[in-house]
């Protein structure tokens, strides 16, 4: 059984910092396109970042967050930086096999999402 289990999320001030984890069980991150994307209330689901061989950044956040992997810890992490009340949504990991597809908003693996709240 496949799970990603998001965590790191939380209530912080504008202009701060947050780092979120996902943690995988059932596969191996490393041979799979990894992403981070949100969901505010009353929006659809954003893409955010995304990684390969090489990363790419919804221009909402680029400069602001960056996607990084710790392959022998089977975890991917978003590195928030200068946050917004904007940035407050559930933010959620995926994984697929195919980057084109990830980064259009499918994903294979979803986890759970986990809340990150700005307040200004």
């Known amino acids: 059984q496949v799970q990603l289990v998001e965590s790191g999320g939380g209530l912080v001030q504008t202009g701060t910092s947050l780092r979120l984890s996902c943690t995988a069980s059932g596969i191996r991150l490393v041979n799979y396109a990894v992403g981070w994307f949100r969901q505010a209330i009353g929006k659809e689901r954003e893409f955010i970042a995304a990684s390969l061989y090489s990363t790419d950044y919804a221009d909402s956040v680029k400069g602001r967050f960056t996607i990084s992997r710790d392959n022998a810890k089977n975890t991917i992490y978003l590195e928030m930086s200068s946050l917004k009340p904007e940035d407050t949504a559930v933010y959620y990991c995926?994984?697929?096999?195919?980057?084109?597809?990830?980064?259009?908003?499918?994903?294979?693996?979803w986890g759970q999402g986990t809340q990150v709240t700005v307040s200004s």
């Open positions: 995926a994984a697929d096999s195919r980057y084109r597809d990830l980064i259009q908003n499918e994903g294979d693996y």
